[in-house]
């Protein structure tokens, strides 16, 4: 007969030689965890799925603002250059009219004058460098635009409406506009006006 103890019954524990242990029942004591339903597992699968959208468009968003910001940087930048190269340029131009003056008054033939002359081409090819073309505005319609008017002159030369006369020339900065023309515009001549005897 055995002495061992009939309650203790077949353990892992208690088992005797040569006997195997019976197998640990998974719902008896509540430790072991169940397996996930098939509801379960689509449910979490629905939610993980959700979160990578959620953290793809996330990610779009984040890229999306950053091409933006480097964009506006960019523009920033470029206009922030373009406003001080402008305004060194046009600090330049009243130098250009004092030299065009020069040669309008210079007599011909005067050894200053082809020098000035010279001074003003290669000062205009630097500019033109950097993007700025002069313009004449004679003879063109008048565009607000472009030409700023100082007067109007009654002439027949001209149609009313056009530039008569240029008291500046105007420059342009690519495509946008540096410094306007300064400018008389044509008009008809009154017909009660005294006629020189």
Do not use: C, W
Request: no cysteine; net charge negative.
């Amino acid at each position: 007969m055995s002495n061992e103890d009939p309650t203790k019954g077949n353990t892992p524990e208690n088992a005797g030689p040569g006997e195997p242990p019976p197998p640990r029942s998974s719902a008896g004591d509540g430790q072991g965890a169940a397996e996930p339903t098939l509801e379960q597992q689509i449910e979490q699968l629905e939610k993980l799925e959700k979160e990578k959208r959620e953290l793809h468009d996330r990610l779009l968003r984040t890229a999306a603002e950053f091409e933006n910001f480097k964009k506006r940087t960019k523009k920033e930048a470029d206009e922030a250059s373009t406003r001080g190269r402008e305004q060194l340029l046009k600090e330049l131009l009243p130098a250009l009219d004092n030299l065009a003056r020069a040669l309008q008054h210079a007599p011909a033939g005067d050894p200053l004058a082809v020098g000035v002359m010279q001074t003003e081409k290669q000062l205009l090819q630097a500019l033109e460098k950097f993007g700025v073309v002069r313009f004449t505005a004679v003879g063109k319609p008048f565009d607000p635009s472009l030409h700023d008017a100082i007067q109007q002159v009654e002439t027949v030369d001209y149609p009313p409406g056009t530039v008569a006369q240029e008291f500046a020339p105007g420059y342009m900065l690519g495509q946008r506009l540096l410094r306007a023309a300064m400018v008389a515009v044509a008009k008809a001549p009154t017909s009660d006006a005294p006629s020189a005897q």
